[in-house]
């Protein structure tokens, strides 16, 4: 059996082959999309733009046959959180009501409950004081 002669890579040497393949994977990523938005550094300008639409306005129509070719078929509407747009197979485009006191999330496309406030010390502590107390009302009814 011939043994294998195995070198020790020190982890430096490593790290810059790495941090190379990063730089030219980044490189071939921004020749394909393009300078005006980076991968990996999304401009604000981009997390700021988050598009509305309308069906009465053809101009703000997303119901478009490459939207509907590439499956894309739920939209945000303008001014109304608690709508969509939505284009079927055909073109046609209509506004959508979500269940009251649901909003449309664009990012899953789907409506969704707003996030519950967050509760603080203080609402647990009360609520625990609240769940002893009639804990003790049980066991004095049982008691009698």
Partial sequence: MASLNKKKIPRKKIFMNMKKTYLVTSLVIYAAFGAKISPFLPTVAAAKQNPCYTCANNSSNPCTPDNVANNKLFFTRCDEPGMFVQ??????????????????????????????????????????????????????????
Avoid at 91 to 99: A, L, W
């Fill in 87 to 144: 284009c079927n197979v055909f073109g046609d485009c209509s506004e959508q009501s979500c269940s009251p006191g649901r909003k449309w999330n664009q990012q899953l496309e789907i409506c969704t409950r707003p996030s519950a406030p967050q509760k603080t010390d203080k609402d647990i502590e009360t609520r625990k004081h609240l769940q002893t107390k009639s804990k003790k009302k049980i066991k004095k009814r049982k008691t009698r």
